[in-house]
Nanobody
Framework: QVQLVESGGGLVQPGGSLRLSCAAS????????MNWYRQAPGKQRELVAG???????NYADSVKGRFTISRANAENTMYLQMNSLKPEDTAVYYC???????????????WGLGTQVTVSS
């Protein structure tokens, strides 16, 4: 079983910055990707950024040039550095990984409980 816990959310003014963290625990046999999603009230969950096992990254068009996804080398931690935040970035941000727990398990999605990011004056 994989547990994901997000932290770092909060209230920030437009143009400000936040860094979200996702701490992973449990056994991951093979990690295919780690991702940040967000969901605003009344809207569907959307992929914000992802990083694959080979280090390849992808970003939603709306955050390109402003957000950076990364992984800690010495810790089971993923980060999302968010700069130049806009009110439209307000949402609950969720940590996600697509991983398998053993050699005989198919990859599946694991989710954190989310952290609130509010961008407002």
């Amino acid at each position: 079983q994989v547990q994901l816990v997000e932290s770092g959310g909060g209230l920030v003014q437009p143009g400000g910055s936040l860094r979200l963290s996702c701490a992973a625990s449990g056994t991951i046999f093979r990690m295919y990707s780690m991702n940040w999603y967000r969901q605003a009230p009344g809207k569907q969950r959307e992929l914000v950024a992802g990083i694959g096992r080979n280090g390849n990254t992808n970003y939603a068009d709306s955050v390109k040039g402003r957000f950076t996804i990364s992984r800690a080398n010495a810790e089971n931690t993923m980060y999302l550095q968010m700069n130049s935040l806009k009110p439209e970035d307000t949402a609950v941000y969720y940590c996600n990984t697509v991983s398998s727990g053993s050699a005989w398990d198919s990859p599946r999605n694991y989710w954190g409980l989310g952290t609130q990011v509010t961008v407002s004056s």
